[in-house]
């Protein structure tokens, strides 16, 4: 619990956020039938959230003990509660691009009027995720990893597959979404955060040798 609302935080700071206010422009284009226009917007609002969910992805993995030893660590949250928290925050943070994108795609659709179609991939995203959650604590339990982590990754996974298959029915949908574009924006983001993360790491060495 801990672990999900530290990547909520992010999450519900810029892409709940953004899907907040993008959602009337959605609906107006739809209503009118611009959908060149609704395309344009639905590809850019993604790269904007993407360029977002990326650094804080990154910034989650590396910081996450002394993030979580910041903000929770005190009476009878000791140095184990740390770890355990830790551990669930990596793989969960592994998702946000995921929950982030579907702030913006699910939208996307209600704006065309079509609420049927986040359901049952929803449905099947949420099928997914039981099914790893019986598969994965027992093969981190052998990995010598905290099963409960499995967990996390389970939801993950589920996350991204479920954003990957709308992403795909949406792009169908309104017959593309500057796909070049959003590759490009994807590359500099991740590689910037790779950047960014390096530089942490190296922060985190040179502190933790004083």
């Known amino acids: 619990n801990y672990a999900w609302l530290l990547v909520m935080l992010p999450q519900g700071v810029f892409a709940q956020a953004v899907g907040t206010a993008a959602f009337p422009t959605f609906a107006e ?14 590809a850019a609002t993604l790269r904007a959230v993407y360029s977002l969910s990326l650094p804080a992805t ?9 993030l979580v030893k910041l903000l929770f660590e005190r009476g009878a949250f000791e140095a184990t ?9 990596a793989f969960y943070a592994l998702g946000l691009v995921g929950h982030a994108g579907l702030e913006i795609i699910a939208r996307a659709f209600y704006a065309l009027h079509d609420t049927l179609t986040p359901v049952w991939v929803g449905g099947l995203a949420m099928g997914l995720n039981v099914a790893m959650s019986l598969v994965l604590p027992g093969l981190f339990e052998r990995a010598g990893w905290p099963t409960h982590a499995g967990l ?5 996974v589920a996350t991204l597959v479920e954003l990957l298959v709308l992403h795909v029915l ?10 070049s574009q959003a590759l490009i924006t994807f590359v500099k983001s991740g590689l910037a955060a790779l950047v960014m993360g390096g530089v942490l790491l190296g922060w985190q060495a040179m502190f933790s040798t004083r």
């Open 29 to 42: 284009q739809a209503a009118r039938g611009e959908r060149a226009e609704m395309r344009s917007t639905l």
């Open 58 to 66: 990154v910034g989650l993995l590396v910081l996450r003990r002394p």
């Open 81 to 89: 509660s740390t770890e355990a928290v830790a551990w669930a925050l």
């Open 152 to 156: 996390a990754l389970a939801n993950s």
């Open 170 to 179: 949406i792009r169908r949908r309104m017959k593309g979404l500057e796909g």
